[in-house]
């Protein structure tokens, strides 16, 4: 029994960025339902009502249940690179389903046989990408130090069976993003960072850079694509700043990376545009040829949404992340300009939703006690996230260009923005973000109402719903705020055929695409016989390229949440001031060049502490990791929590038990021994790794640009540091020792 709660752990309640496991909304039946059809308008109003009912459900079965074990999990991606050792050259394979199948035979052999549950040592799972796989644990962790420790080992033996299933020639690699995607070779007109070579401008992304083939071929993945393109209305539009060499070339019309593709670009026109950029052959004439064409009596333009939302200096992107900087630095975002020179900073153009998630990221879940344990870590948690992500940078790269951002949170959320015009002004934020409203129902109302100091947009009507069914304010508005999201896939044959009290599909349909910092998690129906309480998943950290690594985050945030729980930490400051902390983690080099709000005294929560008394300051990461003279410092703060767990754990233990205690102690110790090098910048983040590897690479020209060999020659390094060769300046050597070796 208790195997197969551990199988259902993975099945239940989705997976990683809305992609939940076959068992759940993979499973399609009927067939998509087209948007802008009236069948789909029908179906957004269903999904949307029976998505309450069934939320109501679940709280309304689970909201008294308490003492669940406190039991975790991680996630982590892996994109597919195939590497061709005589022209040096490394490509995404579009193959991932093969050796998904591969390993889904052995879970799917352990159906219903203990003895083969028990042996299993990974789970796997399809991804956005047809380039990606997903794997997690076969079975959760628990809350002692010896299991806790044991995450670097069930990662290395997963990158193992995953290797195991691949041609000789293709690795597993957990570098976030692959360097060169979006990479066309101006001659071909086709991908050369795919293997094979596609022709992009597809018919579900209508992306310039971006290939439809390398999207997982489910329905779900095309549909979930194609109708957010659609409903926002064009193309989605993501500009980062660009890295700027000596000789980086900038397209002088259009103010981003110079790229032969520019000249296909179809810019959307204003609300009075007329819709006339299509040539006769039915390809996109260049750029440079358009011109805009007032619409007849200002009527609104036809369908847009294969063009490109593209301003010479103003981006979308400028003005949405404008909201998170303080009064100054918006006017300057907002104007388009740089704020050292006052000129409009170049940007890095990517036009779909492959860019974003086509990333690898490190998630953690965990399990609580009860509901109410849940909504206070969700909170505390919310807080540390900026800096989780900003600790954890390894995104220098973007469409084969060195960026100004180092973390990939922003291209993610810029990928999957829905939002029509009309909405950005009431609804701030895309639905890849940072939270907008606390939950907790520990703090007095004066102290939450402080903390959460964000416009919250809701559906009105949906919070009525909540508050008369008994739903208490603060959890009412989170999930009202989720329900302002129309749904984005439905299929013609889950939609009636689906019992509220049973199912939670509909639910879900809105939960799994809400995706912010933190995801407060419902148990599965009891119908489903799961075994599942609360959860929580923590969602913003970069993955890493060793196993080693990202054990050392895994295993640091879940302590941290230990620690939360037993020391009953109030880390609470207001949401635009996390927001800003948002915006800063982004920052090149952010771990050093920038400070982050904090409390300055972390204390225990005191449910009737007046807003006004607390104190803020501006830490950098150093003094958040590492302490100073009025704040503990978060590893302080996990040490004091390892030594309580030792007085449960270890004294007074058999022998055995206490040597695999002193083991699991030791690798923890090393791994804050790496965090705290990368918090004081003696160890650098792996973002800064990469970047120094492609500045001092002897194929790099001063152009921002990732050559074809730069990219071969940094997949074959990721490659090795994944298989434990880790260079001493991205992991000391004496760190390495001192846990005892890699495991």
Known sequence: KATVSVLNWRRKGGGTRGTPSTMGLLTNAGYPIAWDT?????????????????????YTDYRREANRPFLWGDELEYSLVQLDENAKTAKLWLNAGEPLDELNKGEE????????????????RPEYGSFMIEGTPARPYNYSLVSIASCEASLAVRRRMLQAKLPKDVIPCTLVNFPRMGSIDPKSGTSDFTSPACLPRGTVSHSLFVPDNCINPHPRFGTLTANIRKRRGKKVSIRIPLFMDEKTAVD????????????????AQPAWGDDDDDSEDGMPEPAAKKRAVAGKDGAPQADQSNKDDLAPNVTPT??????????????????????????????????????????????????????????????????????????????????????????????????????????????????????????????????????????????????RRLRDADIDHRLARHVSHLFIRDPLVMYSGKLHQLEDARHSDHFENIQSTNWQSMRFKPPPPKSADANIGWRVEFRMMDAQMSSFENAAYDTFSILLARAIIEFDLDFYIPLTKSDVN???????????????????HIKKLDILRNPESVEYCEMDCNEIFNGNGHFEGLISIVMRY????????????????QEAWLKAEKRIHAYLELLKGRANGTIPTTARYIRDFVLGHPTYKKDSRVTQECC??????????????IPDELVPRRIIEAAGGIA
């Open 38 to 58: 009236e069948e789909n308008a029908s179906a957004v109003k269903y999904v949307l009502q029976h998505g309450i009912d069934q939320f109501l459900a679940l």
């Open 109 to 124: 052999e352990a159906k219903g046989n203990p003895e083969k549950e028990a042996a299993l040592e990974g789970l796997w």
């Open 252 to 267: 002088p019309f259009l103010n981003i990376d110079a790229n032969s593709q520019n000249q296909y670009l179809q810019q």
């Open 318 to 463: 400028m003005y949405y992340f404008a909201q998170y900087f303080d009064k100054e630095e918006s006017k300057t975002i907002v104007k388009g300009k740089h704020a050292a020179t006052g000129a409009a900073h170049p940007s890095i153009y990517m036009d779909c939703m492959a860019f974003g998630m086509g990333c690898n990221c490190l998630q953690t879940t965990f399990q609580a006690r009860e509901i109410d344990q849940a909504r206070h870590v969700y909170d505390q948690l919310a807080v540390l996230s900026p800096i989780m992500l900003a600790m954890s940078a390894a995104t220098p790269i973007h469409k084969g260009l060195l960026s100004e951002i180092d973390v990939r949170w922003m291209v993610i959320s810029e990928s999957v923005d829905d939002r029509q015009e009309t909405e950005v002004p009431k609804i701030m934020k895309s639905r890849y973000d940072s939270i907008s409203t606390y939950i907790s129902t520990r703090p007095s109302d004066p102290y939450f109402h402080a903390m959460n100091d964000i416009k919250l947009a809701m559906d009105e009507d949906v919070y």
């Open 582 to 600: 948002s915006a800063r983690s982004h920052v090149r080099d952010a771990v050093s060049r920038k400070k982050f709000v904090m409390q300055k």
């Open 642 to 657: 390892i030594a309580v767990a030792k007085k449960t754990e270890y004294d007074g233990q058999p022998k055995d038990v």
């Open 712 to 725: 071969f020659d940094l997949c074959k390094l990721s490659d090795r540091v994944a298989k434990g060769d």
